[in-house]
C-alpha cells in the first residue's frame, strides 16, 4: 500500500499563515501529481492546489496569490504553505497522491487521513 502522512495543521487567526506538509511511504515506484485537497463542513470536497512531477502547479482560484505548493521528488513529500489565511479557508485538508506501485502498474489516486485546519476570525 501507499501511505500519505500529513501534518501541520491547527489553530490560526485570520491574516495568519501555516504550512502543510504530506510524506508518501510504501512501494512506490513513481509518484506522478501530488496535491491537497479540502472539504468543509456541509461541502463537498474540492481541490485546493496540485503539483506534477515535472513542477506544474494548478490552483483553486480562491486560493490564488495567498498558497504555494510545492515538492521534494526525492524524498515524495508535498507541501502547502498557505498565507492570508481567513475563515473560509477552513476545512480538513487531505493530501493526495497519484502513484504508480510497480513498474507499467497502473497509477492510482491515494489519499491521506486529512488534517484540520481552523481560522477564526
Known amino acids: 500500500q501507499v501511505q500519505l502522512v500529513e501534518s501541520g495543521g491547527g489553530l490560526v487567526q485570520a ?35 496540485t503539483i506534477t512531477s515535472d513542477g506544474n502547479e494548478k490552483y483553486a482560484d480562491s486560493v490564488k496569490g495567498r498558497f504555494t505548493i510545492s515538492r521534494d521528488n526525492a524524498k515524495k513529500t508535498v507541501s502547502l504553505q498557505m498565507n492570508s489565511l481567513g475563515p473560509e479557508d477552513t476545512a480538513v485538508y487531505y493530501c493526495n497522491a497519484v502513484a504508480v506501485r510497480y513498474f507499467a502498474g497502473r497509477e492510482r489516486d491515494y489519499w491521506g487521513q486529512g488534517t484540520q485546519v481552523t481560522v477564526s476570525s
Open 15 to 49: 491574516g495568519g499563515s501555516l504550512r502543510l506538509s504530506c510524506s508518501a511511504s510504501g512501494i512506490i515506484f513513481k509518484v506522478n501529481a501530488m496535491g491537497w485537497y479540502r472539504q468543509a463542513p456541509g461541502k463537498q470536497r474540492e481541490l485546493v492546489a
